[in-house]
């Protein structure tokens, strides 16, 4: 790694381990936003990873992406969640952003003075974010949006969100997919009780009802129409890594406490720790193998992915695919050779199992992804 990205990485692995970690059982506990774990990343100025230089930004891009959010998934995965849907949402801020949003959005975010997010998923229409359902017609000024957006990720916290919305008629158009930045503080904004899932529980994944909220015209991202090019060409690299980051750091974590268990776990009728039995040394050596090989899979679709290579985006299907398949798996055995240990409620390896299911149900889905990565490499169109 280059200089600039080990000191990315060390800085994370700081802030995760005096910050996130000591908390972190609290936020799955209480299914508590992780504010202490999201400033402390704000002041260290990692917010702004993203945002371009020349608005007080890191000016990154996917490979720190994943390595940030690997160090942070390892102490809390709610925490690096949150992170890097603010990400993905602030790259998406920068793609086209106008002056008045440079200054009203992108230098805020880079001073660690505002956090974002995407309000893109739908009860209507699931995993298929690129199809909203909710309404916005033209008046005066402003955008006027109605409809509902669930699964919200930092729902009722963040200061701004990246809503999706069609004219009417269009509802299953993808090319009239549009974007706009909507303010927390935006009349007419109903937001429902968090979400409660089985893990990731610190997210504060919300519904929320929009009843007529007026955009001023200023918030458009791009122009009224061309935000498919968002999903391919932003939304979805920077989400995938994001997210696969967080899988591997999961995944390494399980790891991690594994090896510590059947290194310092005594029998005593034999004086030997379990780390001599074979068939469970046997199960480290393909944890560790799982968990590497997802790793660089996802390094090497983020390397393809900040080169701008045409081979980008199946490279970015399959690393988060098989991030998904590591994730699960690798938890899965941790509880296996933790013993009681670990199958007890609210242990971190419990905590650890729980959070990785939410690779395969998140949007875009395993099944999604598989059938992205087949119609790619048949030359068909993906939609």
């Known amino acids: 790694m280059s200089e600039t990205l080990t000191a990315l990485q060390k800085k994370s692995a700081q802030i995760a381990a005096a910050v996130l970690a000591p908390n972190a059982a609290r936020v799955d506990r209480e299914a508590q936003w992780p504010a202490d774990g999201l400033h402390a990343l704000a002041d260290a100025g990692l917010m702004g990873l993203l945002i371009p230089h020349h608005l007080g930004g890191l000016g990154e891009g996917l490979v720190p992406l994943a390595v940030v959010t690997e160090e942070l998934a390892r102490a809390c995965s709610s925490t690096a969640m949150c992170f890097g849907m603010h990400c993905v949402a602030s790259k998406v801020l920068a793609a086209k952003a106008t002056k008045y949003q440079e200054e009203q959005y992108l230098r805020p975010i880079a001073q660690g003075r505002h956090i974002t997010t995407l309000a893109l998923s739908e009860p209507g229409t699931g995993a298929h974010f690129f199809l909203p359902r909710s309404r916005y017609w033209v008046q005066g000024d402003h955008f006027v949006l109605d409809g509902e957006k669930r699964f919200v990720t930092s729902g009722r916290h963040a200061d ?178 933790s013993g009681g240990n670990g199958y007890q409620e609210n242990s971190v390896v419990a905590r650890l199992l729980r959070d990785a299911q939410a690779a395969h149900v998140m949007s875009p889905t395993t099944h999604l992804l598989k059938r992205w990565l087949g119609r790619s490499l048949l030359g068909l169109p993906l939609l």
């Open 160 to 337: 701004s969100y990246v809503v999706s919305a069609v004219p009417p008629g269009a509802e299953l158009d993808p090319g009239s997919f549009t974007c706009l930045v909507m303010d927390a503080a935006s009349p007419g904004v109903e937001w429902q009780e968090a979400w409660q899932g089985l893990g990731m529980r610190g997210n504060s994944s919300c519904a929320a009802r929009l009843n007529n909220v007026a955009i001023p015209r200023t918030n458009l991202l791009g122009v009224a129409g061309d935000q498919i090019w968002y999903v391919f060409e932003i939304v979805t690299p920077y989400f995938l890594v994001a997210m696969a980051g967080v899988y591997v750091g999961i995944a390494q974590r399980a790891l991690d406490l594994t090896i510590a268990r059947l290194q310092g776990r005594r029998h005593e009728h034999t004086g030997e720790t379990l780390s001599t039995i074979s068939v469970l040394s046997d199960e480290v050596a393909d944890m560790w193998t799982r968990t590497e090989r997802a790793r660089q899979l996802v390094l090497h679709a983020a390397r393809l992915g900040d080169a701008g290579s045409p081979d980008a985006q199946t490279a970015l299907f399959a690393a988060k695919l098989e991030v998904a398949e590591t994730a699960v798996a690798v938890t899965n055995a941790a509880m296996r050779l």
